[in-house]
């Protein structure tokens, strides 16, 4: 039970990573600040994406899902709860893709940390929150984590695409609605129908996972570059500029 088992250490890390968050206000005000603002940027950033075309249920999935603000301990909790069941009852690439996405979780969630403390320490009042994430960005580094953390977010896409090919599979998730509602697995179940769902729809078009998740990684990694080596004003400008493009 190798997948449960790293499954339920991930879902516990994230939950003493909150635990600490929980006990500390100002850092819990200042990482939903932080969760906020990278919310905003990926809307923002995929804003042509968001507003329709074979790739706006995709975009709505990963801003929902992956780049969002929402606090997941629910979706967490049931995950753990089920971490065996996927092993036992689903194919390896299930399991295996299951792992992947909690293991991501622990590590966005201590990059989002790292932020929430270094905008702490931007405390000119005249600084524009574009401003203050790039700065905090700069101070927290970790760039080969950022690097692997977009790395692992195509993988899970790539996986998913799959995944949707596999015989049976569609069935199966159709055949866990009643159970997942009598157990309290709600939040969980309509997660992993969205995302099937979603790279399914995509994969029946030739080539529609691939060219979307290459969208995802250009504009990610253009991002990550500008945000580590651009000209800070400059950097400051399109982040600001980004940001407006979500209101």
């Given at each position: 039970m190798e997948a449960a088992r790293k499954i339920r250490n991930a879902v516990a890390e994230v939950s003493l990573l909150r635990q600490a968050v929980?006990?500390?206000?100002?850092?819990?005000?200042?990482?939903?600040?932080?969760?906020?603002?990278?919310?905003?940027?990926?809307?923002g950033s995929y804003a042509n994406l968001l507003a329709g075309g074979p790739y706006q249920a995709a975009a709505r999935f990963f801003l929902d899902e992956l780049y969002s603000d929402k606090d997941y301990a629910q979706r967490d909790a049931q995950f753990s709860r089920i971490a065996g069941a996927i092993e036992k009852l689903f194919p390896s690439?299930?399991?295996?893709?299951?792992?992947?996405?909690?293991?991501?979780?622990?590590?966005?969630?201590?990059l989002d940390q790292a932020m929430a403390l270094a905008w702490l320490g931007q405390v000119d009042e005249r600084l524009t929150q574009a401003q203050r994430y790039i700065r905090a960005w700069r101070e927290v580094g970790r760039r080969a984590d950022r690097e692997s953390q977009l790395a692992v977010v195509l993988e899970i896409g790539r996986q998913m695409g799959r995944l949707t090919r596999m015989p049976?599979?569609?069935m199966m998730l159709k055949m866990m609605r009643g159970p997942a509602a009598?157990?309290?697995?709600?939040?969980?179940?309509?997660?992993?129908?969205?995302?099937?769902?979603?790279?399914?729809?995509?994969?029946?078009?030739?080539?529609?996972?691939?060219?979307?998740?290459?969208?995802?990684?250009?504009?990610?990694?253009?991002?990550?570059?500008?945000?580590?080596?651009?000209?800070?004003?400059?950097?400051?400008?399109?982040?600001?500029?980004?940001l407006g493009q979500a209101l």
């Open positions: 929980e006990a500390n206000p100002i850092l819990e005000t200042a990482l939903v600040e932080v969760k906020r603002v990278q919310s905003r940027r990926f809307a690439q299930v399991a295996d893709t299951a792992v992947a996405m909690a293991q991501l979780h622990v590590l966005t969630e201590e049976g599979l569609r009598a157990a309290g697995l709600g939040s969980l179940q309509r997660f992993l129908e969205s995302g099937f769902d979603t790279f399914a729809a995509m994969a029946k078009s030739s080539g529609g996972v691939t060219d979307f998740l290459n969208i995802i990684h250009a504009s990610e990694s253009a991002l990550i570059q500008m945000l580590f080596d651009g000209e800070l004003v400059a950097c400051e400008t399109e982040l600001a500029h980004t």
